[in-house]
């Protein structure tokens, strides 16, 4: 039996290469006009017509030009994907196709480029032989969410649209889909949501004014203005400054993910996202507890992203843990489906996806 199932895989990944080393499938058109073929065929051997028989070859003939153009067109391509990783709920998201056609004498027509997961095409007019093009699909996202990338599907019905081909070329990747940032969230209750002045958080956290603090790596999204040109000289990777920054000012955001998915769960997602855009546009610190997830405290572009690269991946699920954050709860704001106590401040979605708490 075991021998029997590893026959029975071996086969099935066999059949998986072939399927996309090629495929082929009849357009209407090309259904018809090879019913139509057999037809003639047919009357010809039952007739003995000589233009029949003419008539047949011809017939004949253009399928097999019909089928050698076509592999022809998607045959020695090479492609190459080009895009950004991350895109916001309801933006465009544009991927670029690099594509060079290896032939050294056909060039390649009519060939486009789709991408399993996502419903816009690319298509590919003409490349020569030997040259290069550059070709774009354009996207959008309804859901945020990981949407992984991994097989790029070439297809053409050149010349006569009779018979569409296809092929695989698997290119690994995905697509971050961030939450929308944009909410009208009021503005919390005054005093909550930022660390305390004593204890834990007394110190202070690292931002971009304040005492020096010290130096840390170079991270996508700071600020060019607080690299350590010297330093990052010496070391030959970008370092930058840090500094001491007023704890009292730093927003804690807890996101509780106990709860069903659903519309309700990911408008508490855009609320959460929405009060840590807010806070970086006032030029404040915020740290973000999802579930069992911590993003410690930090300001700046690149912390946004890393938020939101966290609230992309987050799951709802009424069996999760309660937020654990770093610092007392009182000093947190809490986020959710529902309003629960020994928060600071609590901003609540219902059931339906409708603001209870969460707007002015």
């Known amino acids: 039996m075991r021998r029997l199932r590893a026959a029975w895989s071996a086969l099935r990944d066999a059949w998986a290469r072939l399927r996309a080393w090629r495929r082929i ?154 939450p929308r940032t944009d909410r009208p969230v009021r503005e919390p209750t005054p005093g909550v949501g930022r660390i305390p002045r004593v204890g834990v958080s007394s110190a202070g956290s690292s931002g971009a004014r304040g005492e020096y603090r010290s130096l840390r790596a170079y991270r996508i999204g700071d600020d060019s203005r607080d690299i350590h040109w010297k330093s990052s000289a010496r070391l030959r990777e970008p370092v930058l400054r840090q500094y001491e920054r007023d704890g009292a000012e730093t927003r804690w955001i807890c996101l509780d993910t106990r709860g069903e998915p659903g519309d309700a769960a990911e408008v508490a997602i855009e609320v959460a996202a929405s009060l840590a855009a807010a806070a970086v546009a006032q030029h404040r610190p915020f740290g973000l507890v999802a579930g069992s997830d911590v993003l410690e405290a930090g300001d700046g572009a690149g912390h946004l992203e890393r938020a939101l690269d966290l609230l992309a991946r987050v799951d709802f699920d009424p069996s999760d843990p309660p937020p654990s954050p770093s610092v007392s709860p009182d000093a947190c704001i809490l986020v959710g489906i529902v309003v629960r106590g020994g928060y600071g401040d609590c901003l609540a979605v219902g059931p339906d996806a409708v603001y209870t708490e969460a707007v002015t």
């Open 25 to 178: 499938s009849f357009t209407s058109g090309g259904l018809a006009f090879t019913i139509g073929t057999f037809a003639v065929g047919f009357a010809a051997m039952n007739t003995g017509n000589n233009l029949l028989y003419l008539l047949l070859g011809s017939m004949l003939g253009f399928i097999a030009v019909s089928s050698w153009l076509s592999e022809q067109a998607i045959r020695g391509l090479r492609v190459e994907r080009r895009g950004p990783r991350s895109v916001t709920v309801g933006h465009d998201l544009r991927l670029t196709y690099e594509v060079k056609n290896l032939k050294e004498r056909l060039p390649s027509m009519a060939v486009e480029i789709s991408e399993h997961g996502l419903p816009e095409k690319a298509f590919l007019a003409h490349v020569p032989p030997g040259g290069n093009a550059t070709i774009r699909s354009v996207n959008s996202f309804v859901r945020r969410g990981i949407y992984p990338l991994g097989t790029v599907t070439l297809s053409t019905g050149f010349p006569f649209g009779l018979f569409r081909k296809e092929r695989d070329v698997e290119i690994r990747g995905e697509i971050v889909v961030w």
